[in-house]
């Protein structure tokens, strides 16, 4: 990787993760304490963050995408906005795919980071995700070589999870272990697999 984008991904670093853990004030029965891990801290205002600094950088190392190229992203939406602002801020030119019907303010969230509305695609809302595999298939093999798809979710082999995002996400743990002697319960408060699993 050149020199400029190495200081330009350490600066993007040091401004994610290491969000404050903050105790709970109210009543806790039983002597017990609450701490929440503050990831809306983050730029963008999610754990998500975290997981495409690593991805973008990752595929960029490996030579699979450069500044200026198209990217690809599928969501339920609330990773939407974290994919958008960082690959703009990194110099990608990047494509959202969410399904229909979803909650406008997030939709507004994420076209404030792309370039125009073209860049945020919907699939058929009774569809959800499941609509997904077919758009790719389709819009894939008719774009061909034109989009990298950066698939936060799944690892390179089907079923199984994407060992980036899990990395990311695992840095959350870590980092409250660093705070605290005894965690003895996780609660997730975002509820999709890499977000249970990263830091479980």
């Not at 399904?99 to 009774?126: N, S, V, Y």
């Not at 061909?144 to 840095?171: C, I, P, Q, V, W």
Request: proline share 5%; net charge negative.
């Amino acid at each position: 990787m050149q020199e400029d984008r190495g200081t330009l991904y350490r600066e993007w670093e040091e401004k994610i993760g290491g969000t404050p853990l903050v105790r709970y004030e109210g009543q806790v029965p039983n002597g017990n304490s609450i701490w929440i891990k503050r990831e809306f801290d983050n730029p963008f205002q999610s754990h998500y963050d975290r997981v495409y600094l690593e991805i973008f950088k990752h595929d960029e190392q490996r030579g699979r995408i450069k500044p200026g190229d198209k990217v690809l992203e599928t969501s339920s939406g609330s990773a939407g906005v974290s994919f958008a602002g960082i690959g703009k801020e990194l110099g990608y030119d990047c494509y959202m795919v969410l399904p229909a019907g979803g909650e406008k303010a997030r939709e507004r969230a994420i076209l404030e980071q792309l370039p125009d509305e073209d860049h945020l695609i919907f699939t058929p809302a009774e569809d959800y995700v499941n609509g997904f595999p077919r758009f790719l298939r389709r819009f894939l093999v008719k774009n061909k070589g034109e989009y990298h798809f950066m698939n936060h979710s799944m690892g390179e082999e089907r079923g199984t999870n994407n060992e980036l995002t899990l990395r990311a996400l695992e840095g959350i743990a870590s980092e409250a272990f660093e705070e605290l002697d005894n965690i003895h319960y996780f609660i997730p408060a975002i509820g999709n697999g890499s977000s249970v699993l990263g830091p479980g």
